[in-house]
Every structure is written in C-alpha cells, then in structure tokens.
C-alpha cells in the first residue's frame, strides 16, 4: 500500500531543497565558534519550516483520499511551545483527538477492512512525521542552548 499522507519524493526533495544532510553532518563535526551554532540553528530552523510546509499538501491527501469519508479529519496542531505544529487526528462530532477518535474506526467492522488498513497506513506516516519535527524542534532547543553556553564561556575571557 503507497503512501496516504506523505507525498511522493518528499524525502528526496528535503535533501536536495533543505540543509538537512549538512546540518546532520555539522551536528557531528567540530563547531569552533558562536557563528557556526547559530548557523546550525537557521539550517535546522530552514528544514523544519520546508517539513511543516508540506503538512499543508499531506492534509490534502488525507481529505482526498477514501479516509475523507470517515467521521474524522486531520488538523495541524500548533499548540507547542517549540513552534512546531503536529498532525493530529480530530473528531467531526467533538473536540475529542488522537487515540479516542482512531481507535472506534480501527474497531469498526462495519467499515471495509481496506479503508481500515489505509487508515492504519495515514497513522503510522503521521507518527513518523511528527516524530521528525519532534526531533528537529529538540535539536533547535539544544543548540539554541549551546549557543548561549559559548556566548556565556567566550565573554569570560573578555
């Protein structure tokens, strides 16, 4: 089964329209100065702003796909301090999301196995996507505290 939510060669385009690969490589390289960090932070900044982006899109497949039919849709949550936005799953009926709305469709055998398992799919690739933005927000925090560290142990000497 092809992907319901993630749009095609959207990982080959992060890496070739993103800093994603150089970020990664300088994460574990020797960064010598306070302008190193902060470029780290833009970079990784840059590709969490081109992923959230293209949430856009994968919200689109979902209601244009056979899931539209379901009594539930997909919201971009931006209820984060970090920033970032998360994909989450909604009730049409309440404000009610994630696993207490997924799970009563999952259990319905009513529904036709194959909707089901495209659900499935759709849930596992919005795991996995917020898992990424989870993860760049993470690296941003940390080298945004790395940052301030360098600045704090630099101006010791000044």
Known sequence: MGNVLIPTDMYKQLGRTTPLNDSLKQIFS???????YEFLAESLASVRDVL??????????IRQSDLGVLPIHMIRDKASSSGGTFLRWRSFRSSQTGDSVLTPILENTCLP?????????????RILINLQISVLNFMMRQVSSAVEKVKDIENTLS
């Not at 196995?113 to 690739?125: H, P």
């Open 52 to 61: 959230m982006l293209q949430q856009n899109e994968m919200l689109q497949n």
């Open 113 to 125: 196995l194959e909707l089901r398992q495209k659900l499935v799919s759709a849930e596992k690739e």
């Open 30 to 36: 020797e960064l010598e100065s306070v302008q190193q």
